[in-house]
């Protein structure tokens, strides 16, 4: 069983990134969490609000910990993009490892002083916590932000959250968008490296969907260890049914529709693990 929080699994990490995928259902935990052990990679298993409120916590705890507890690589169980604090603390009750406080939208005093409530709230656990600072574009669940009120962030305010607010990864906007480009982004990198020169807190690049391969490794050289994928998650689940169905039309055995569906999951898991070069790292 190596179920840890997220500060421990990222101080380990070096020039590579980790994959932090926002699962849906006990088949995409399960496919994920098995793929990274095939692949001996570190992982972070991660879920939106809306999907914690669709499964219940306890149950998608339940199905973490029986995939995890099966596996020697190190996984974390992250809650993805909370503005609710009382939800962020009933998550930490039921066995999440890691949360993120998205106090985005809010003044910059008012992120850092709700982001620093739910540190002292994580910490004193041993739970990890992730901040943000700018508007990420896009849609993702609960979160929707118009392209025309995305915000890259300020370097020098987000290095000022995660030492103030004492964070274990920080996600400072940096062009990337939720949800599928509908152009290519136009990323600045130089947030990320200005964030990273400034603080010693390990960086966050929402928006992984989409991105070029020289993309994620400049933000990987820049300091992103921890790369999120959700878009293309669902969209390789809803595909995989559907092509399933679609030439399997006399065939009404759930379970071939779910191992498809796994299988799939897998392939997609196993393409990101390799981009972001994080296999046979443990």
């Known amino acids: 069983m190596a179920i840890v929080n997220m500060k421990d699994l990222l101080s380990e990490v070096n020039g590579y990134g980790v994959g932090a995928f926002n699962i849906v259902d006990f088949s995409s935990a399960k496919a994920c969490i098995e ?7 570190p992982l972070i298993i991660q879920t939106s609000p809306k999907t914690v409120r669709f499964w219940g916590a306890d149950t998608i705890c339940d199905w973490f910990v029986n995939c995890a507890m099966k596996t ?5 169980l992250h809650l993805d993009h909370c503005k609710d604090l009382d939800f962020i603390r009933m998550c930490i009750d039921v066995g999440w490892t890691s949360v993120m406080y998205d106090g985005s939208a809010l003044p910059f005093a008012e992120n850092l002083a709700n982001t620093r409530k739910v540190s002292d709230m994580a910490h004193a656990e041993g739970v990890s916590i992730e901040g943000e600072l700018g508007a990420i574009g896009g849609v993702e669940d609960d979160k ?31 062009g990337t968008a939720h ?3 509908k152009k290519a982004p136009k990323i600045d990198f130089s947030i990320l490296e200005r964030v990273q020169a400034g603080c010693d807190t390990p960086l966050a690049l929402h928006g992984g969907t989409g991105l070029s391969d020289d993309v994620f490794q400049t933000c990987i050289r820049l300091g992103c260890k921890k790369i999120n994928v959700s878009t293309q998650l669902k969209i390789t689940g809803i595909d995989a049914d559907y092509e399933y169905t679609s030439s399997h039309r006399a065939d009404y055995d759930p379970l071939k529709l779910f191992e498809h569906r796994i299988q799939s999951y897998k392939k997609m898991a196993a393409a990101f693990i390799h981009i972001f070069g994080s296999e046979n790292r443990v």
């Open 179 to 181: 949800g599928m480009y």
């Open 35 to 41: 793929q990274a052990e095939l692949m001996r990679s």
């Open 72 to 76: 020697k690589v190190p996984v974390v």
């Open 144 to 174: 929707s932000v118009d392209d025309d009120k995305a915000a890259l962030a300020d370097p020098d305010l987000a290095i000022r959250l995660a030492r103030e607010a004492e964070l274990d990864v920080v996600a400072p906007a940096c």
